[in-house]
């Protein structure tokens, strides 16, 4: 049985939540566009990316890629370049593969109907919807985290958050609640409310523009909403890497594999018998990744022999690569920060 407030005047909370953001909206670069290209970009960046982390990386990645056409048309691995320190670096691989599909089946313009939006590589509903609503003025609801937990707590409404449906059901709520022609203005203003007030710990409701609408507020019951009973169980993943060095080089190969680190480099992860008894040094390193809890073992093998170190680069297609060089290659983040352990925090 849902609790929602059957006569809440969804518009009246809408208008209050725009007058609020009017105020106290943030001042971000990219709200000074609508240009759809950089709206995705920034999307796509800020999916996994608190905003004081990523605009950096925002700025530089448009600097370098100021539109479709460049950004299609960059190397995979300078892409990934600047994609680096943001992690999850399937998203720019992505981006990539979407930029191309826009020059070749929309001629190179941004496509402005939702469901063109939606078939761009890496593109979901809520990226979509961003979009849609931000740059092309359509009437949909980007409903993310930010949106289950305000509309779950301003109706005191129990619907599972993950569920299937979840998306289309908030979506519906949400749209009641948009002004007209103010669609882009009100996301903006749903995501900043969740963000910054409406956190999902510690909310300061004192200063809610919506807190006098808020059902959970008003019962004292903030900490039960959202309603969340499906999570994700981590599952446990042992790798093993050789860092082969002879010498100021050392081998490196780009990961093909897919199901984590995709088109990232890494070392060895096998090396001949005779190679063991030159194991100089032994690291474990644990490090978490979204559904993922990996346990990484790292031995260092140091090589006197260059002839040694060239055939097992040749016959295992390895590259051979300097640690200054090392910096235009990206590497998952552990093994970046062994490096760097290595060659500079040590």
């Known amino acids: 049985m849902k609790t929602k407030n059957q006569n809440a005047d969804f518009l009246h909370v809408g208008e209050k939540l725009l007058a609020w953001y009017k105020n106290h909206g943030r001042d971000l670069p990219f709200r000074k566009t609508n240009d759809p290209y950089k709206i995705w970009i920034c999307e796509i960046i800020f999916q996994q990316t608190r905003i004081e982390q990523g605009l950096n990386h925002y700025r530089n990645f448009i600097q370098r890629f100021p539109d479709v056409q460049t950004l299609a048309h960059a190397e995979t691995d300078e892409v990934l370049l600047y994609w680096k320190g943001l992690g999850y670096y399937s998203r720019a691989l992505n981006l990539h593969k979407a930029a191309l599909q826009i020059i070749n089946d929309f001629n190179g313009v941004f496509p402005s109907a939702h469901q063109d939006i939606l078939q761009l590589k890496g593109v979901g509903k809520y990226t979509a919807a961003a979009i849609s609503s931000i740059c092309f ?31 289309d059901y908030f979506s519906e709520l949400a749209v009641k609640m948009m002004p007209e022609k103010e669609a882009g203005h009100f996301n903006e203003a749903m995501m900043d ?154």
């Open 137 to 167: 003025g359509k009437k949909i609801a980007a409903v993310d985290g930010n949106f289950y937990r305000v509309l779950s707590r301003v109706f005191a409404d129990d619907f599972d958050v993950s569920h299937a449906k979840a998306f």
């Open 193 to 346: 409310l969740g963000s910054e007030i409406c956190k999902p710990k510690n909310p300061v409701c004192i200063y809610c523009p919506l807190n006098e609408a808020c059902l959970a507020f008003n019962l004292g019951k903030i900490p039960l909403f959202p309603v969340k009973t499906k999570k994700v169980k981590p599952t446990d993943l042992e790798l093993t890497y050789y860092f082969v060095e002879y010498k100021d080089q050392f081998l490196i190969k780009q990961r093909q594999v897919d199901f984590i680190w995709k088109k990232l480099y890494e070392f060895p992860t096998e090396i001949p018998v005779v190679f063991e008894k030159l194991i100089s040094g032994q690291k474990k390193i644990s490090h978490k990744l979204t559904h993922k809890n990996l346990t990484i073992h790292l031995y260092k093998v140091t090589l006197h022999s260059k002839k040694m170190f060239d055939d097992f680069a040749t016959q295992e297609q390895f590259s051979a690569i300097t640690y200054e060089d090392s910096h235009q290659k990206s590497f998952p983040k552990p093994l970046e920060n062994y490096l760097f352990s290595l060659f500079e925090g040590e």
